[in-house]
């Protein structure tokens, strides 16, 4: 099985930055999107921003214009660089790819990396 090996998260001052990356262990075929998540301490999980096989990105509203995402084809990674951080971003990010298969799409997750955003 695949594995989504994550790295970058750590704890920043308010308006600082940090760079997420999110790399396979092995080869995943047909990937559709790579998408980035993160849950908050009580809260569901939620979409931060993905990137489609066309290149086409989405973000939630709360990260627009701060958060970028990013992929690399050749190695199948996908990273999001997180500028002009807010405390309300403090939560667990969760790396994920969906891949399609005959029989529906295929999800892989990250372990989770932890943001911390704090004065």
């Known amino acids: 099985q695949v594995q989504l090996v994550e790295s970058g998260g750590g704890e920043v001052q308010p308006g600082g930055s940090l760079r997420l990356s999110c790399v396979p262990s092995g080869t995943i075929y047909n990937i559709v999107s790579m998408n980035w998540y993160r849950q908050a301490p009580g809260k569901q999980r939620e979409l931060v921003a993905g990137?489609?096989?066309?290149?086409?990105?989405t973000y939630d509203d709360a990260v627009r214009g701060r958060f970028t995402i990013s992929r690399d084809n050749v190695k199948d990674a996908v990273y999001l660089q997180m500028d002009n951080l807010k405390p309300a971003d403090t939560a667990v990010y969760f790396c994920n790819v969906a891949a399609a298969r005959g029989t529906g799409p295929e999800w892989f997750w990250g372990q989770g990396t932890q943001v911390t955003v704090s004065s």
């Open positions: 990137i489609n096989h066309a290149g086409g990105v």
